[in-house]
């Protein structure tokens, strides 16, 4: 007598979603996210109501404007020097060379005696230098980004040097009371305004 065929029972299928739906909530609810989003700028605080305060007065040579036109075309005014175009693989060093001015040059900024923390004491820095970033209404958002990575990273790698030639290592090892004297050393000063049409001058 032959033996008929055994079916093999199928796999119930009906509370599939509700595992799904649950592993999904598991798993959302366990994730860690990362809040932090944007850019890690300072603002200043707002002005006092019915206050008028006067802008403050600086000097053409403590100040240097970097303005990028609707052609994505770089400019740069370094103190008293003439504006000229540079590339964007320039900006950094004269950007460092600008805040730093370790030959006192009479065409960059001011250097001013300024009591910092220990271990630096009374040094002679540039503490009232602007730099100053400016972008055409149509400058395009990635060469926006690649500049103002220029601008800060000059400050990165001015306080990284310091930080090696003071404590024998880079900033990033430094605790925070040394990561707060090499910042004070070398404050960053950027101011960005708003957007405005510059057409192609």
Not at 89 to 99: A, Y
């Amino acid at each position: 007598m032959a033996k008929g065929k055994r079916k093999v029972p199928g796999l119930n299928g009906s509370s599939m979603a509700d595992i799904s739906f649950i592993m999904l909530i598991f798993f959302l609810v366990t994730t860690s996210m990362d809040t932090d989003s944007g850019l890690h700028v300072r603002l200043p605080n707002p002005p006092e109501e019915n206050v008028e305060q006067d802008p403050p007065k600086v000097k053409q040579r403590n100040t240097m404007v970097v303005t990028v036109n609707m052609y994505n075309q770089i400019m740069a005014k370094v103190g008293n020097s003439e504006a000229k175009e540079v590339g964007l693989n320039e900006l950094r060093q004269l950007t460092k060379d600008f805040v730093a001015n370790r030959d006192n040059d009479p065409k960059l900024p001011e250097l001013h005696p300024v009591e910092l923390p220990a271990p630096f004491g009374v040094q002679n820095i540039t503490k009232n230098h602007v730099i100053s970033f400016v972008t055409d209404r149509a400058t395009s958002y990635d060469l926006y980004f690649q500049i103002e990575n220029e601008l800060y990273g000059a400050y990165n790698e001015l306080r990284d040097e310091l930080a090696r030639k003071t404590f024998g290592y880079g900033y990033k090892e430094c605790n925070e009371d040394q990561q707060l004297a090499v910042r004070q050393y070398y404050k960053c000063m950027i101011s960005e305004a708003e957007p405005k049409n510059y057409g192609n001058q």
